[in-house]
């Protein structure tokens, strides 16, 4: 349309106007595509993260907008894998696990009677890695480390027959019939020649170094975002800064998420 920046459809009955952002993760804002590319940049970038008040500063909104505006960029973040297994041409592959979770001296005293409600690993969130030696990582949140969570998930993302290590947990047993299988006892030792996990401790450590030092307090409800994010900039540290914001970009097609859904009001049928 000549006197604004909009299209309008073509056909007789709708004549419907649209704008650039219609079918993208931008879709019913009011923020320009001025503010919008900034962020979608730091996020990308920020080796830590950067967290929603940094983004509320640096663009001159607030900050339950810039929240908003953080999520809706790690969905354009997220591997969609296509179907596509690690290790299908002879890469070898890494499995972990960790648990994520603040730490209770770090929380005001209202946080912690609310989160924490036992000792250990209770009322942490359980996370597992599969990273592809000179490739990509993928993470996701599981429900638990037993057995039945932890080797679907191996099967669902490694192509059978590759070299496969992990450490020493039970719950890996039994899939030496499938893989390569190799074990790595961490209360005896960390490496042994080519069996180790130390490529998915990296990034472990640089997850849990954005979520304590950037984020502080991650609610499980939205881990697995975070999981997207942090996976996204791993798989691109070769790439450049415009390469890495390149990359996201291509992602924002086809992807939108609702305030109410991520902050569990959106109604259900």
Not at 60 to 75: E, Y
Request: charged fraction near 30%; charge should be positive; include cysteine.
């Amino acid at each position: 349309m000549e006197n604004q920046k909009r299209w309008q459809c073509g056909s007789h009955h709708s004549k419907r106007q649209f704008s650039a952002k219609v079918g993208t993760i931008f879709e019913d804002s009011p923020l320009g595509l001025d503010k919008w590319l900034v962020a979608m940049w730091l996020v990308a970038n920020c080796k830590n993260g950067i967290s929603s008040c940094e983004i509320a500063r640096a663009l001159g909104i607030t900050q339950k907008t810039a929240w908003f505006m953080d999520h809706r960029i790690r969905l354009s973040m997220q591997d969609d894998f296509f179907g596509k297994k690690l290790g299908d041409n002879g890469e070898e592959i890494e499995v972990d696990e960790s648990f994520i979770g603040g730490k209770a001296r770090n929380m005001h005293v209202s946080e912690r009677k609310r989160r924490i409600t036992g000792t250990g690993t209770k009322d942490k969130t359980a996370v597992m890695g599969i990273l592809e030696r000179g490739g990509r990582v993928r993470a996701t949140v599981v429900p638990n480390r037993r057995k039945s969570a932890l080797q679907t998930e191996v099967r669902k993302h490694v192509e059978a027959g590759a070299a496969l290590y992990t450490d020493a947990l039970l719950s890996y047993e039994g899939l030496a019939g499938d893989y390569a299988h190799q074990v790595i006892d961490h209360a005896v030792k960390y490496v042994d020649g080519r069996v180790h996990t130390n490529g998915l401790e990296t990034f472990w450590s640089l997850l849990k170094r954005g979520i304590s030092g950037t984020y502080v307090s991650v609610e499980p409800f939205h881990l697995y975002r975070y999981l997207d994010e942090q996976a996204f900039r791993f798989n691109n540290r070769k790439a450049t800064d415009a390469d890495r914001f390149n990359m996201a970009l291509l992602g924002i097609v086809g992807k939108r998420v609702t305030y109410e859904k991520l902050t569990g009001k959106e109604a259900t049928a």
